[in-house]
């Protein structure tokens, strides 16, 4: 899967999503379609300055901060994403990334910052060769200058893939699904979890708790798609 995935990085050529022009994954004119968040709350979808969970809603969701890039729900969005995830195009993510710098700087706290990506079944990794949050996080961390940090949350080797389950299975099947190892990390770390695509808060919900346990207070999250 590996070496598939170099050969096709090797040949694949940029074609925009939309229209197929050469030369971008996004022309300049499709991009103008894509629908950005305006910053937001997470759990109310009010305006929230830098995607802040407001004061109000904090005790009914543990995350401070989510920021979100655009909508799933986009043709193009989705078909990037769904190839960089499944089809070794890993690489898009780094057009996606560096294309919103700006967003990115303006809303992430660096200081004391660590990414964690969202860790996916270690069957999952192996059969595709690679884990698509561990790569956006080290996108990420290429623009904003914060460490990635996989090795604190981490994944029991089964689990069932969450797209086949309806919500109440999603929540049922992630239950005790992460663990935290041992680690150095000081508890005021802020730790942005990292994720490409949400649906459902169930997946940070999970992640939250556990590292919550931990003792860990300021838990946060980057997520490039939600519907
Ligand atoms: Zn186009
Ligand atoms: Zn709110």
């Known amino acids: 899967m590996r070496i598939l995935s170099l050969i096709s990085e090797l040949f694949s050529e940029k074609k925009c999503f939309s229209c197929r022009k050469l030369g971008h994954f996004f022309c300049p004119k499709c991009l103008d379609d894509i629908e950005f968040y305006k910053p ?16 109000d809603c904090i ?10 890039l655009t909508r799933y729900r986009h043709p193009g969005i989705k078909k990037l994403l769904r190839h960089a995830k499944y089809y070794g195009k890993y ?6 990334t560096k294309w919103w710098k700006n967003f990115f700087q303006d809303n992430v706290i660096s200081k004391n910052s660590i990414f964690t990506p969202i860790p996916t079944p270690l069957m999952r990794r192996w059969k595709r060769g690679y884990n698509q949050t561990q790569k956006i996080a080290e996108y990420l961390s290429d623009i904003v ?6 090795r604190a949350l981490k994944r029991w080797i089964y689990s069932k893939q969450q797209s086949h389950l309806s919500q109440s299975e999603r929540k049922k099947n992630l239950e005790g699904s992460f663990h935290v190892i041992k ?3 000081s508890k005021d770390t802020t730790i942005y979890l990292i994720d490409d695509i949400v649906s459902t808060w169930s997946t940070l919900l999970e992640a939250t708790k556990i590292l919550k346990k931990w ?3 300021d838990i946060r999250a980057i997520v490039l798609a939600s519907d």
């Not at 009914?60 to 979100?68: A, S």
Request: glycine share 0%; net charge positive.
């Open 91 to 96: 690489q898009w993510y780094k057009d996606l």
């Open 145 to 150: 200058d914060i460490p990635v940090n996989n």
């Open 183 to 185: 680690n150095s990390l």
């Open 59 to 68: 005790p009914h969701f543990p995350l401070r901060q989510v920021i979100v």
């Open 40 to 55: 937001y709350c997470y759990l109310c979808k009010k305006p929230s300055d830098q995607f802040y969970t407001h004061k």
């Open 215 to 217: 003792w860990f207070t």
